[in-house]
């Protein structure tokens, strides 16, 4: 029996080919550098430089995975150190995540995730604060169908702060989510794979407040060699292009390119990510 998807994974192939994933290709308009390196003993460093204006931002990440936990460490140019570290199967089906930011003692966090139920993929995190603010998603289907809800809850206030429900379907060649959260706003994502190198996604969001829609549509085409490119184009006029390319053994090349098609007076935008892995 195959697992249950988590909330969050609802409409996750339309998400990736409208908004990016480091999989799926990720459109972005800072210029970002990012150069990786394993050791031989599983020890992972990355070191990342985003530049954005006339402004360059830089941190250090390392990493360790092992059978049974994971251990993340970012140090950003500001000096605040992220940690977090990941417990799996303490039982079976469950995982533990702790994460915080060292000097911020308001940071800490811990997420449990639970899929040893039949037919249910459970998570909860909490702040650890002495007012904690709660986020729960759960979620449960069978075969291709996917039913759940996630929602937050401020002990503070002893009041839910936002809430989301949703359902998704999903084929070998196609992906369906639709959702409902606490803004009234309603969002339908679909995505088609119409070929074995391409793809085509719509996302369209009804406010019942307002009674206004927005659109979002996308296409993703890879080549042979690995290449990626992607269009997408909003309600409101604006066309996002991407061309993602592996230069040659763990070095890639990513060029982002955004205009606005009904007033081309207006500036466009331009980015470019660039990973080396050695």
């Given at each position: 029996m195959a697992p249950v998807a988590a909330f969050s994974a609802l409409g996750t192939t339309a998400?990736?080919?409208?908004?990016?994933?480091?999989?799926?290709?990720?459109?972005?308009?800072?210029?970002?550098?990012?150069?990786?390196?394993?050791?031989?003993?599983?020890?992972?460093?990355?070191?990342?430089?985003?530049?954005?204006?006339?402004?360059?931002?830089?941190?250090?990440?390392?990493s360790y995975a092992a059978a049974k936990y994971s251990v993340v460490a970012t140090l950003a140019q500001s000096g605040k150190l992220q940690l977090a570290s990941t417990y799996k199967e303490l039982v079976p089906g469950l995982n533990v995540t702790v994460t915080g930011t060292v000097p911020d003692v308001e940071s800490g966090k811990v997420q449990v995730d639970y899929t040893a139920l039949p037919h249910v993929n459970a998570r909860a995190a909490a702040t650890l604060t002495a007012a904690p603010k709660l986020d729960v998603a759960v979620t449960t289907g069978f075969n291709d169908l996917t039913v759940g809800g996630e929602a937050s809850y401020d002990t503070a206030k002893s009041a839910i702060t936002k809430w989301t429900v949703g359902a998704g379907y999903t084929r070998a060649d196609y992906q369906a989510a639709v959702t409902l959260n606490d803004q009234n706003l309603v969002t339908g994502l679909v995505a088609h794979k119409v070929a074995a190198d391409t793809a085509i996604g719509a996302e369209v969001v009804r406010s019942l407040t307002d009674n206004t829609t927005t659109f979002a549509a996308g296409l993703s085409k890879a080549a042979a060699d690995g290449a990626i490119t992607k269009l997408k184009l909003d309600n409101n006029g604006i066309v996002s292009v991407l061309y993602e390319q592996e230069l040659k053994a763990r070095t890639k090349l990513a060029v982002s390119g955004q205009f606005d098609a009904l007033n081309l007076n207006k500036a466009p935008k331009f980015g470019f990510g660039y990973n080396i892995a050695y």
């Open positions: 998400k990736d080919l409208l908004y990016g994933s480091a999989k799926a290709g990720k459109f972005q308009y800072d210029k970002v550098l990012n150069v990786t390196s394993k050791t031989a003993d599983g020890v992972e460093f990355a070191i990342t430089a985003v530049g954005k204006d006339d402004k360059l931002d830089m941190a250090l990440k390392g």
